[in-house]
């Protein structure tokens, strides 16, 4: 595969970008799709056995677009840099493991449930969408540690505190911390909050200062998405706009510095007139 | 119809654009839907029969008033390429089918609520608001192709691992997407939550990451929208605002322009005085 | 009152607008505002007989107080132009009238209750604040109006097609309207969905585009808050910033100018010399 | 302490300020947490005894470490003009207090669940987040106050009237606005409007008109947020970019600026000169 001469660079080049395979492989991808779906539903055998046929077929095409894609790339070792591609071939190499037992047989499952976003990979619109979502989360990074912080104080104080009055909610940290994301999703609270206030009356201020905090941090979570997101946007919308005013400023400039610079000009011939006459009218004297 | 002489079409045009003609279609749009709302409720045999006539009168009254704009319209081939047209026609033609048995008349009531949003074609504020709504959707297609995705794939897995414990909700990738709805509205999904944790103790990760990613997603989604209502409301508003601006900058440039303008006559003229006295100077001498 | 002698207003002016006067208007108004909360407890009779007492107090002030105000106003004619008055004197009246039998000391009460309010039209920053929520209003209006036209027309479908199955929940349009709020906010609406997709299996596309159509005109709604608010703010703003540019660039060209006035002038001095030379030199010839 | 020579002070500065003394502040805070929460599961007596331990080492390092760090502060008047150092000393104090009892225990694990919250004050992104979420709260101030006196009048209301309908939801107003508190969330509000609906039908208005205001104010104050947020980012970068625009604009000006005093001086010259001629040609005539 390696030593593919030009000749054949190309046209496998060809072959990857042309709208057809592009189209072939995205249908592929929505075909496997669906076959996947189709198996949650009870299935008669033949049915079945064509999925299986279906799947494999599947599986091969999906084998061969990638080493196609792969004998395409003009750097083999540059290949593995673009995280998409990584993926592609981890999808395909999940296809092809052998999982006979019935455990094996599910994580197989599982493993083809991924195929799907193999769309997101090959369709280019949505690719630029999950990589400008990805751009989104370092800014809530510290965000996210300040919310877990919270969960986690209120975490060990609800389990120090209910762990005796319900051990289904307030078992440990962790349980804890899963009843206080139901609070704080607003999933019948109110009844985890009558139960522990009916031991604790003032146990309130615990589950209302929670909703307020995480509320309150959830808030600016958003905000700093909407800045982060609006700010490029602004950016670019602003340049463009400032440009085309800048320009027509800089052009009228310019046109009054050609002016004035045209007079500096016929100002100096005075002056070299009147000096010429001063000499002249000196000697013509 | 077609045959309207000139005069017939003028006076025509004059009534569809009367005030009073307009009033009176939006109130008739109003009584139709009191009728239809009206007929919920358990009425008396006389209110009944009269609520038959009312609708008979507001069809023949809908159906005048679509042939009269049909008249009044002056390109009659391009009446049609308005899609409020074309729904308002519909909703006639709905109105006018002869549905008899028993579920003919209910459709024939369904089609009848549909005359509720022909206030939307007549009210021109609600026209423009339905028309600019319509303009962010297309922002939002590849983030919804998304989010079915994302619904999809948690679907299938839902359904391949938790199908057994209660069919009900995972039976099969359709219905676990429904289920999996219910989970990002947030409603009762602690209950479906901890049913499936009692099998897979581990399956509260599977929910978690799903309400992560949904929120995330949902998150972008509204800053889309945000964006594309607010990109074109600013553009307006400064365009305007610079537009002051850029106009005084512009009208101070051309004063100054002018000035220099005259300077550079006058020292022509001063040029040309220079000039001639040269050539009189040495004639004169 | 209103022959009050210039002497005698300008001292209630000065009483109404002391420092000391606002300061126990809000006082009593919480204290009023205290009142009214503590009957809500149960009280020894004595602690009863004392809210009654209090509450004459409270009453007689808040009269002595509006009269006050009306002394002080300069015009009377235009001192219920402004709403916060009338609303004042209202709070007043309803407090005052005689209310014996049992339904009317509930209604008595409730009138107690809006005094709370007064607490808004005294401190200023509240009053703003409410004026400036009231400016939000209109621009929401026809997409209160969009949104009400969905929930009827959802509500006559959705009692058309449902009634049989739960009256309690769609039993005419009125009560199905507010079922579908119900589903608006999430509340249980997943049972909802449940007991009328066991007669229609595919109702659930009726409260998935409800939601869906709600969600979607809120999130526009939203939008349009933000955009209210947020143009008036980043106009104020704008402005402030823009004009120390602005400023700063006219300054420079009205030196600019005047640098080229004084050319001109200078100018024009040259051409009259020379003028005058020409003359000179013509008649000194 | 307060007697440490500058040899001391700078030793103690530098070992503060040192990559390893921070990490490893982080690490104990982070080791400190994980032990109040293995505290909150089943543990065997020697795991018991071994937290124990830990406990008391962490309380003697977060006792060296805040000595250290106030010896090593320049100003020892100024330590606690830090907000985040009393939080500190607060924290460790907690920590030394002696509690046997009961009740103790329980308060001296509450106060060791604080010790988390050091991390925020150690991690300088944290600390600078919790400013800048701090800074927002003043403008939410006046609408905090608003949206208290809207459920204090509600809750009023709801006892006035609901008390004796259902007195675990609204026997008083403090109970009374905690239920409004749990309708504004959603959570099962419907099964409360239904309850008393049963005995007053009209009473859907209060709550659909108090779901209303507190949307609708709530609304509000998350825009004031992000306004607060965006306001300071736009001036920022606006701030940047216009110096760019300006100071290009700017630098045109003076360019033309100075080709104007260039010609000036060269006119001036012109006039001068020809003042010279008019003085010589009246001389030498």
């Known amino acids: ?3 593919t001469s030009p000749t054949w660079l190309v046209r496998i080049q060809a072959i990857e970008s042309s709208k057809l395979f592009q189209t072939s492989v995205i249908s592929i991808i929505i075909l496997s799709a669906l076959t ?4 949650t539903y009870e299935l008669p055998g033949g049915a079945d056995r064509l999925m299986g046929y279906l799947d494999a077929a599947v599986t ?3 084998l061969a677009e990638i080493l196609l894609r ?3 790339h003009p750097h083999k070792k540059r290949f593995f840099a673009d995280g998409w591609n990584i993926f592609d071939t981890l999808v395909v190499i999940g296809s092809l493991m052998p999982l006979e037992n019935a455990e094996g047989i599910l994580l197989g499952r599982l493993l ?9 990979s090959v369709v280019p619109e949505l690719r630029f969408l999950i990589n400008s979502l990805l751009l989104a989360i370092p800014r809530m990074g510290y965000i996210a540690l300040l919310m877990f912080i919270i969960f986690y104080i209120y975490g060990t104080i609800g389990s120090l505190f209910f762990q005796d009055i319900n051990p289904v909610l307030w078992g440990d940290v962790a349980i804890a911390m899963l009843t206080l994301f139901r609070v704080a999703t607003f999933e019948d609270w109110t009844d985890v909050m009558y139960e522990t206030m009916s031991v604790h009356p003032l146990s309130w201020i615990f589950y209302l200062s929670f909703i307020f905090l995480t509320a309150f941090v959830f808030l600016n979570m958003m905000v700093g998405t909407i800045l982060e997101v609006m700010g490029s946007e602004r950016q670019r919308r602003d340049a463009e706009q ?3 005013a800048v320009d027509q ?3 009228e400039r310019e046109e009054m510095a050609a002016q004035i610079t045209a007079m500096q000009q016929q100002l100096a011939q005075v002056h070299e007139l009147l000096q010429s006459r001063v000499a002249n009218g000196g000697l013509g004297k």
Chains 1, 2, 3, 4 share one sequence.
Do not use: D
């Not at 996947?36 to 198996?39: L, M, N, P, S």
């Not at 083809?112 to 997101?120: A, D, I, S």
């Open 1 to 3: 595969m390696t030593s």
């Open 36 to 39: 996947i779906g189709a198996r």
């Open 60 to 62: 091969l095409f999906f």
């Open 70 to 72: 792969f004998a395409a």
């Open 112 to 120: 083809r449930v991924f195929r799907v976003l193999r769309l997101v």
């Open 242 to 244: 400032n440009q085309a």
């Open 249 to 251: 400023a800089h052009q």
